[in-house]
C-alpha cells in the first residue's frame, strides 16, 4: 500500500528529460505543470502546435524548460519525424509518458485503414515507444509509463475485426484500445526485463477525471453522459494525473506496476497498486499483440 501520495512528493526532477503526449489538454497539461514545477524539461508532444504553445504561455512562457513539438499518432509518418527530431536534438530521455487518447468517435479509419481509436491510443504509442527506446536506454532511471483506463477491463481485442468493419461500438473499441494500451505496457515489461534493459515499463489509469477526452470526440448517449451527467462526480485533472506522475516519478516503483486511484471502484483517490484485468497479463495475448504491432507500424523494438 502507498501512503498518501501527492504532487508535493514528487522528488526533484531538475536535469531529467521527459516526453508527455498529449501534453496541452487535461492528464497531460496537468502532468507537464507538474513536472515542469519540479525542474524537468518536459517536451510537449502535440498534434496542435499552437494550442501547445498556448499551453507553454499558460504554464511558464518563454524561457521556461518546455518544448512543443508536432505528434500526429495517428500518423506514422509524423510519428517518425518527431522521434528523429529528438534524437537530433536529445543525448538521451528520462521519461516516456504515452498520455495522449481519443474516447468514442464515430467509426473512422486512418489512411493506412486503421480503426482510429486503435490508431492513436495503441499504435502510435507503441511506434513511438520503439523509435525512442535506444534514447531512454541511455536515460537516467528511465521510465515508460502507458496510461491506460479501468476501461481495459471491459475491452477485449477483437483480433479478427480490428477495424469494426464488421460490428462497431464506440465505447466497445474504446475499450480495445484501453485494453491494448494494458497488454503492451505488460509485455514491454516482460521484453525489457529478459533483455537486462534499464528502462521500466509502468501502467497508470487516472479513474474518472473531467477532461476534454469525454467531450472532444464522442457522440450523442456517450457524451450526454460522460460528458455532462456524470461530471459532477468526477476527479479534477490534477488529481487525475497523480497515478501516472507517481508511476514515472516515485523511487522504488518498479517494472510492470500498474498504479491508479485507490477509492471506490478505482474512479477517484490517491494513487495505489493496482491490479490489471486477467486479459491484460496474458503472456500469450501480450505476443499476439505484439507481433501485430509491429506488422501494422513497421517499427520492430531493440530488445
Not at 132 to 142: M, S, T, V
Amino acid at each position: 500500500m502507498i501512503a498518501r501520495w501527492t504532487e508535493d512528493d514528487i522528488p526533484d526532477q531538475t536535469g531529467r528529460v521527459a516526453v508527455v503526449t498529449g501534453a496541452s489538454s487535461g492528464l497531460g497539461l496537468a502532468t507537464t505543470r507538474a513536472l515542469a514545477r519540479k525542474g524537468a524539461r518536459v517536451i510537449l508532444a502535440v498534434r496542435d502546435e499552437a494550442k501547445g504553445r498556448r499551453a507553454v504561455a499558460e504554464l511558464g512562457g518563454p524561457g521556461s524548460a518546455l518544448d512543443v513539438h508536432r505528434l500526429d499518432l495517428t500518423d506514422p509518418g509524423s510519428v517518425r519525424a518527431f522521434a528523429e527530431r529528438l534524437h537530433a536534438d536529445l543525448g538521451r530521455l528520462d521519461m516516456l509518458v504515452n498520455n495522449a487518447g481519443l474516447m468514442a468517435p464515430p467509426r473512422t479509419l486512418t489512411a493506412e485503414g486503421h480503426e482510429l481509436q486503435f490508431a492513436a491510443n495503441h499504435l502510435g504509442h507503441f511506434a513511438l515507444t520503439g523509435l525512442l527506446l535506444d534514447l531512454l536506454a541511455k536515460g537516467d532511471a528511465p521510465r515508460v509509463v502507458t496510461v491506460t483506463s479501468a476501461n481495459h477491463r471491459q475491452g477485449k481485442i477483437f483480433f479478427d475485426d480490428l477495424t469494426g468493419e464488421r460490428a462497431y461500438s464506440p465505447m466497445r473499441f474504446y475499450n480495445q484500445s484501453k485494453l491494448a494500451n494494458a497488454v503492451f505496457g505488460l509485455e514491454l515489461h516482460r521484453r525489457l526485463a529478459r533483455a537486462g534493459s534499464p528502462v521500466r515499463s509502468v501502467l497508470a489509469h487516472p479513474g474518472y477525471a473531467s477532461t476534454n477526452l469525454q467531450t472532444s470526440a464522442p457522440v450523442g448517449l456517450v457524451k450526454l453522459l460522460f460528458g455532462h451527467l456524470l461530471a459532477p462526480v468526477a476527479q479534477s485533472c490534477a488529481q487525475g494525473a497523480l497515478p501516472q506522475l507517481h508511476a514515472a516519478t516515485a523511487p522504488g516503483v518498479e517494472g510492470g506496476e500498474f498504479i491508479g486511484p485507490g477509492g471506490m471502484a478505482e474512479l477517484r483517490g490517491a494513487p495505489e497498486r493496482v491490479r490489471p484485468a486477467p486479459a491484460a497479463a496474458d503472456p500469450e495475448t501480450g505476443r499476439r499483440l505484439w507481433e501485430l504491432s509491429e506488422r501494422l507500424t513497421g517499427v520492430r523494438f531493440p530488445v
